[in-house]
Nanobody, 115 residues
Framework: QVQLVESGGGLVQPGGSLRLSCGAS????????MGWYRQAPGKQRNLVAR???????NYADSVKGRFTISRDNNKNTVYLQMNKLQSEDTAVYYC?????????WGQGTQVTVSS
């Protein structure tokens, strides 16, 4: 069974940067959307950023201008560059791949922004 594997989370000070990566453990065909979601303790999982096969992007208002999503279609990998991190960005971040038939989720990676 194909799994999504995330990396790049960790502890960072306010104002710092992190780069998340997510790739598939096997082949996935027909990925239309790749995205990142996050879930803070006691809150629901929300979309952070999403990118289409053609490179069109959309972002949550709270991260616009600070986060950048990108993808490598040849490697079936999606990235999330996070700059100017704030304490409010603390959450578990999940990657998500959407195909015509189904969607896939990563196991989550913790991002903690604290001094």
């Amino acid at each position: 069974q194909v799994q999504l594997v995330e990396s790049g989370g960790g502890l960072v000070q306010p104002g710092g940067s992190l780069r998340l990566s997510c790739g598939a453990s096997g082949s996935i065909f027909g990925i239309n959307f790749m995205g990142w979601y996050r879930q803070a303790p006691g809150k629901q999982r929300n979309l952070v950023a999403r990118i289409t096969r053609g490179g069109s992007t959309n972002y949550a208002d709270s991260v616009k201008g600070r986060f950048t999503i990108s993808r490598d279609n040849n490697k079936n990998t999606v990235y999330l560059q996070m700059n100017k991190l704030q304490s409010e960005d603390t959450a578990v971040y999940y990657c998500n791949f959407v195909t015509v038939l189904t969607d896939y989720w990563g196991q989550g990676t913790q991002v903690t922004v604290s001094s």
